[in-house]
C-alpha cells in the first residue's frame, strides 16, 4: 500500500523554524516529483514548493528566500525546512507524490500535518 506521512508541525513563534518531513512508501521514490501544498482555514489549497525527481527545486513566491525543499532517496523522505515563519503560513500542509516516467505515473497525497504561527 502507498503511504505519505507528514511530520514535523506545530505551533511556532514569528520569525521561528521549522522543518517538515513526508516519508513516502509503496511505491519507487526515486522516480517521483514531490510536492509541498498548504491550505489554511477559508481558502484553496496552494502549491508551496516542488522538487523534481534530479533534485530540481520551484517556490511559490511567497516563501521564496525563507523555505527550502529536499529529498532524500535513500530515506524515501521529502523535506520542507521554513524559517521566518510568518502568521500567513498558518495552515495544514500535505505532501503530494507525482510520478515522473513512463513506468510510475501514481498520483499520491498524504493526510497534512498543522502548521500555527503566533505569538
Known amino acids: 500500500q502507498v503511504q505519505l506521512v507528514e511530520s514535523g508541525g506545530g505551533l511556532v513563534q514569528p520569525g521561528g523554524s521549522l522543518r517538515l518531513s513526508c516519508a513516502a512508501s509503496?511505491?519507487?521514490?526515486?522516480?517521483?516529483?514531490m510536492i509541498w501544498y498548504r491550505q489554511a482555514p477559508g481558502k484553496e489549497r496552494e502549491l508551496v514548493a516542488a522538487?523534481?525527481?534530479?533534485?530540481?527545486?520551484n517556490y511559490a513566491d511567497s516563501v521564496k528566500g525563507r523555505f527550502t525543499i529536499s529529498r532524500d532517496n535513500a530515506k524515501n523522505t521529502v523535506y520542507l525546512q521554513m524559517n521566518g515563519l510568518k502568521p500567513e503560513d498558518t495552515a495544514v500542509y500535505y505532501c503530494r507524490a507525482v510520478g515522473s516516467s513512463f513506468s510510475s505515473r501514481g498520483d499520491y497525497w498524504g493526510k497534512g500535518t498543522q502548521v500555527t504561527v503566533s505569538s
Open positions: 509503496g511505491f519507487t521514490f526515486s522516480d517521483y516529483a
Open positions: 522538487i523534481t525527481k534530479t533534485t530540481i527545486p
